[in-house]
Every structure is written in structure tokens, then in C-alpha cells.
């Protein structure tokens, strides 16, 4: 009996934990605002308006915890979100496209990767890549990066609910070939809708995963 009770209250912690507290603690412009690092920590990468903040909120069930825009390079700094006490969720700035200046998009690409080399209590980068478009250049050299740094990664495609069917198969078989050789990545390609609300559950589930126990 005790075992069941257990096997049930480990299946419904990812809901649970998604269901509590999350709060927004800080930003961080520089590494030296970085918080103590005394809890494991994920972070939401990928290029810019890939849809990084929309996913958070969505995750929580809450609206405006992440500020999201239409205009790409809305997120600035490194922002970190409580979730339950429990774990930290960093949203990162977008890489790519974001129309700033080149001395802002250095100074950004700067802390991201120097925050994704060096930080000890991060367990695991979820990439997020739109399905439309597929991955970049710029997402393929994160992605070596963290093949280097020995950092974990997974690719999570965003935006699904705008993708036909049949080219979103071609974007999952051409992720999939990219990253089977990859020393840092993880095999399986999530996919996801901050809008219609769908692979969150498998990604809450992931997530909940990297905590050692409810």
C-alpha cells in the first residue's frame, strides 16, 4: 500500500509542483548578480521571439509572469523565476535576430554563454527552437557549446500549433539527425503550444524529473 501511495504521489508531483508558487526573484545583467546558486537550476534558451517567456507562463498557468512581446530582444537579462522553493527557472535573452545594437548583442551573447558554461547548479538548457523555421545556425552553435561544456541539453520545438503536420515531421527528422551525434543532447525532440497548451505536461514531467524527489 505504501508503495502505490508512493508511486502515485511521485506521478502527480509535476502537477503539483507547476501548481504552487513561482515567483519572479531577480535580473540578472551580469554574472555577478546571479543569485546563490543553493538550488538546481534549468534555463529556456533559444533564439529571439521563439516564444521563451510565453512558455514559462504557460508552464505556470499564470499570464504576465514573464513579460512576452511581438518584438524580438524584449527580454534583456538573465531572469530568474522560484519555483516552489524547490527549483530556479532562468528565461534567457533571445540570440539571433533581436534589433539592438552589435555592442548589446555582444554584451548579451557574452553573459548567456559565459552563464551556460559556468554555472554549477545548472542541471539542464531546454532549447527552444520555433517549428516553423526549424534550427539555425545560431541554435546549432549553442548547441556545440554545450557539447563542449559537458552542459545537458534538450530541443524543445515551439509554436507547433502554427506548423502543418507534415512540415513539422520534416523539422522533428532534421532536429533528430542534428542532434544524434551531439555528446550534450538529449535524443528526444519535445514539442509544444504555449497557445493551444500542448507537450506541457511532458515537459513538466522533465522537469520535475531533475529534482531528486517530491
Known amino acids: 500500500m505504501t508503495n502505490l501511495k508512493n508511486a502515485e504521489e511521485k506521478a502527480d508531483f509535476p502537477r503539483k509542483l507547476f501548481a504552487g508558487a513561482c515567483d519572479f526573484m531577480l535580473g540578472a545583467a551580469q554574472l555577478s548578480q546571479l543569485p546563490s546558486a543553493d538550488l538546481p537550476?534549468?534555463?529556456?534558451?533559444g533564439r529571439s521571439n521563439v516564444g521563451k517567456s510565453s512558455l514559462v507562463n504557460a508552464l505556470t498557468g499564470r499570464k504576465t509572469l514573464a513579460k512576452t512581446s511581438h518584438t524580438p530582444g524584449r527580454t534583456q537579462q538573465l531572469n530568474?523565476?522560484?519555483?516552489?522553493q524547490r527549483l530556479y527557472m532562468v528565461d534567457l535573452p533571445g540570440y539571433g535576430y533581436a534589433k539592438v545594437s552589435k555592442s548589446q548583442k555582444k554584451e548579451w551573447d557574452t553573459l548567456i554563454r559565459d552563464y551556460l558554461r559556468g554555472r554549477p547548479s545548472l542541471r539542464c538548457v531546454f532549447i527552444l527552437v520555433d517549428s516553423r523555421h526549424g534550427l539555425k545556425e545560431s541554435d546549432r552553435e549553442l548547441m556545440a557549446m554545450l557539447d563542449q561544456a559537458g552542459v545537458s541539453y534538450r530541443i524543445v520545438l515551439t509554436k507547433t500549433d502554427k506548423t502543418k503536420t507534415q512540415d513539422l515531421e520534416k523539422v522533428?527528422?532534421?532536429a533528430a539527425a542534428d542532434i544524434k551525434s551531439r555528446a550534450a543532447a538529449f535524443p528526444e525532440i519535445l514539442m509544444t503550444s504555449s497557445h493551444m497548451l500542448t507537450g506541457l505536461d511532458r515537459l513538466k514531467e522533465l522537469i520535475a524529473g531533475i529534482l531528486d524527489s517530491p
Request: net charge negative.
Open 41 to 45: 537550476e534549468i534555463a529556456f534558451a
Open 80 to 84: 530568474f523565476f522560484n519555483l516552489g
Open 172 to 174: 522533428i527528422t532534421a
